[in-house]
C-alpha cells in the first residue's frame, strides 16, 4: 500500500503563484508514476500533470501548459507542482495520485481510472 498526503494549498491572488507537495510513503518503490488531478466546484475531476518516478518525463493538460510544473524528489518520495501565473478558473481541490503499473508512454497517466493511490486533496481557491 502507498499512503499521499498534499500540502500547500491556500488562498491565492489571480497571477500569483503556489507549490504544493505530495509526500509518499508506504511501499513507495511499487510507483510507477504519479500525477496532479483536480476537481472544480460542481465540475468533474479532470488530469493536471505527471511525471514518471524513473526518467522524470512528464505530461502536461494544455490549459497549465507553460505555467504550471511538476517535479520529483525519489530521495524524498515527494513530488511538487509548481503553480505560476493563476487564474480564477484554477480554483479546485488538488489531489495527487500514484500509479504502479508501467506504461511506456507518460500520456498513460492522466487516465484517473488507472491510478491506484490517492491523497485526500489541498484546496487552492483564486481570486480574481
Known amino acids: 500500500q502507498v499512503q499521499l498526503v498534499e500540502s500547500g494549498g491556500g488562498l491565492v491572488q489571480a497571477g500569483g503563484s503556489l507549490r504544493l507537495s505530495c509526500a509518499a510513503s508506504?511501499?513507495?518503490?511499487?510507483?510507477?508514476?504519479m500525477g496532479w488531478f483536480r476537481q472544480a466546484p460542481g465540475k468533474e475531476r479532470e488530469f493536471v500533470a505527471a511525471?514518471?518516478?524513473?526518467?522524470?518525463?512528464?505530461y502536461y493538460i494544455d490549459s497549465v501548459k507553460g505555467r504550471f510544473t511538476i517535479s520529483r524528489d525519489n530521495a524524498k518520495n515527494t513530488v511538487y507542482l509548481q503553480m505560476n501565473s493563476l487564474k480564477f478558473e484554477d480554483t479546485a481541490v488538488y489531489y495527487c495520485?500514484?500509479?504502479?503499473?508501467?506504461?511506456?508512454?507518460?500520456?498513460?497517466?492522466?487516465?484517473?481510472?488507472?491510478?491506484?493511490?490517492w491523497g485526500t486533496g489541498t484546496l487552492v481557491t483564486v481570486s480574481s
Open positions: 511525471i514518471r518516478r524513473s526518467g522524470g518525463s512528464t
Open positions: 495520485a500514484a500509479d504502479s503499473t508501467y506504461y511506456s508512454s507518460t500520456y498513460r497517466y492522466s487516465d484517473q481510472y488507472g491510478m491506484d493511490y
Open positions: 508506504g511501499r513507495t518503490s511499487s510507483i510507477s508514476a
